[in-house]
């Protein structure tokens, strides 16, 4: 996947609105799907640094959660998913993470954390999957908000 294609697709997911139901409903779609496929992954839904929604499917552990922590770091300092920063970052010359001054302790750049962007608005939060590689990672998150959007406009 290349990294316009990526920032196409964040962009058409852009949502009308984001509140605790509709995290909710997020949440509950990813561990369904999560569920049903028996994968093995941690879910985390914020707004902001307020955690709306957590959750462990058999076979993750708490080594997940970091992961979600630093890819939602990630996510809120350059309002991009995780996975475009690393194919961003594999690109530019060597350095370039340390460049922004970024810790791995705290930031990493692997897929599976997405913004939640509102129109007009812009990134109010994150959306995070770990457990997987990063590209189905990824998937899993663009999957949900292209669902959540298709839900609000449902209702609409």
Same mark, same amino acid.
């Given at each position: ?41 941690? *879910? ?11 959750? +462990? ?7 997940? +959660? ?5 890819? *939602? ?27 922004? /001054? ?17 129109? /007009?608005? /812009?990134? *109010? /939060? ?5 457990? +997987? ?8 998150? *663009? ?14």
């Amino acid at each position: 996947m290349q990294l316009e294609e990526i920032d196409r697709e964040e962009q058409a997911l852009a949502l009308t609105r984001f509140d605790a139901e509709d995290a909710w409903w997020l949440g509950c779609h990813l561990r369904d799907r999560g569920t049903a496929a028996g994968a093995p992954i941690a *879910i985390e839904i914020r707004r902001a640094d307020t955690r709306l929604f957590s959750a +462990l499917l058999p076979g993750a552990t708490g080594d997940n +959660l970091g992961w979600i922590d630093r890819k *939602i770091a990630l996510v809120m300092r350059f309002e991009r998913s995780s996975y475009a920063m690393r194919l961003k970052f594999d690109a530019a010359p060597p350095g370039a993470f340390d460049r922004f /001054g970024l810790d791995l302790r705290t930031h990493v750049a692997a897929g599976g954390a997405v913004p939640i962007r509102i129109a /007009g608005t /812009g990134v *109010i /939060g994150a959306v995070a999957v770990s457990g +997987l590689a990063q590209e189905e990672d990824h998937r899993y998150v *663009i999957d949900a908000l292209a669902a959540l959007k298709a839900h609000q406009e449902a209702q609409a």
